[in-house]
């Protein structure tokens, strides 16, 4: 069962993180710039050709694949770290699905599309996406769950 719930967030995350790109990339390229949604929320399209904020987009044109050949393979081995460890699950389902999200951008169009721009004042952080999301929350879970795992070991001894 545990094997499916990882298949699922894996195809979940893809899926979900394809359609709002998709969905944004779709209206904004041909109606508008951006769009306020909160205060402190706006929806503005970048399209990224590095990888994080932007780093090593200078590369060329054989960054895209060689990023998501990257990507793709990170999140293979994760996938099966994972069902072979028979742990983290939901964990590593969030962060290869977002990994392949992002990695679908660069072979389809040769960068990310970013499009959640949070900011107070004049202060921005960093465009993001769905999958960005997927594999921070990925992370933190999977970090804080290897340390509430290690005290309880120390625990039992």
């Known amino acids: ?7 699922f ?6 899926i979900i993180d394809q359609i709002t790109k998709t969905l944004i990339l779709n209206y904004m390229s041909n ?28 590369i060329g044109k054989i ?13 293979a081995l994760l996938l099966l770290w994972s069902l072979y460890n028979k742990q983290s699950y939901f964990c590593i389902g969030l962060i290869a ?37 997927s594999i921070t929350v990925g992370v933190s879970f999977f970090i804080f769950s290897e340390f509430i795992n290690k005290r309880k070991t120390k625990n039992q001894l």
């Open 1 to 7: 069962m545990n094997r499916v719930r990882l298949l």
């Open 9 to 14: 967030v894996f195809l979940l995350v893809v």
């Open 31 to 58: 109606n508008i710039d951006e769009i306020n949604i909160l205060p402190f929320l706006d929806f503005t399209l970048v399209l990224n050709s590095g990888v994080a904020f932007g780093m090593f987009s200078e």
């Open 63 to 75: 960054s895209p694949i060689l990023f998501s050949l990257f990507a793709i393979l990170v999140a």
């Open 97 to 133: 699905g977002g990994a392949v999200g992002n990695a679908i951008d660069r072979l389809r169009i040769g960068a990310v599309v970013d499009f959640i721009d949070v900011y107070w004042q004049n202060l921005h952080w960093p465009v993001f996406n769905f999958a960005d999301i």
